[in-house]
């Protein structure tokens, strides 16, 4: 994924590689099912009728049409992806399957393009590791959430570089861009772990955000930190 000039001037790059972008085919629908994969997610996110739910990389549209179901006829599910041919397909499953709570949105490579103040949750789900700039996509992400509205990520516990991320370096990476961890569930049904964040009380400024190091012994010396500045607290 490329980046925009403002980024370089103004976030940091993360210290750790990037991976390349997979397959929007994570493993086939019924093969997810079958492990209550959507499922699971959905009740640990409390996801309810008449919720706006944020899909990014949404790809096939796996979590998207299971989304729409479960938010109901008063809620609303925005998919989002910068894979032009992939919004396409998906454009046209949800016209086939009647949709209407559906929307779609292509996004930019630093930024998901959420309106402000919108979602009461938002799904990255197998995709965060893909993200050149995560600095800047999680910053400009971090106003679309509603008040009470919280982050939901699913992925892999492996380099980010073999398609997954650690996920106290996950955590890091969200925390220094103004998000706190509010739950963590390791769930072989979901061929990796989940984790949920929530806005913090303030976003930091671009150049105030440092980059979290990228190796393990040092995500466990940043984690010490946190936990010992919170004990403090």
Known sequence: MGASSEADEKFPKPDRPVSTAGSNQFSTEDQ?????????????AEIEPGMTVADIGAGNGYYTVRLAERVGKTGRVLAQDIDREALAGLARRVERQRLDN??????EFADPKLPDNSFDRIFMVHMY???EQPYEFLWRM?????????????????PTDAHGIDPLLLSCEFERVGYELVAFKDAPELSGYYAQFKAAARRPQPGEIKPCRGDKSAQGEEAQMRLTEREKA
């Open 32 to 44: 997810r099912d079958s492990r209550g994969e959507a499922e699971t997610v959905m009740k640990l």
């Open 102 to 107: 559906v929307s779609i949105r292509l996004g």
């Open 129 to 131: 590791h893909e993200i």
């Open 142 to 158: 971090w106003p679309a959430l509603r008040s009470g509205g919280q982050v939901v990520v699913v992925d892999v516990d492996r």
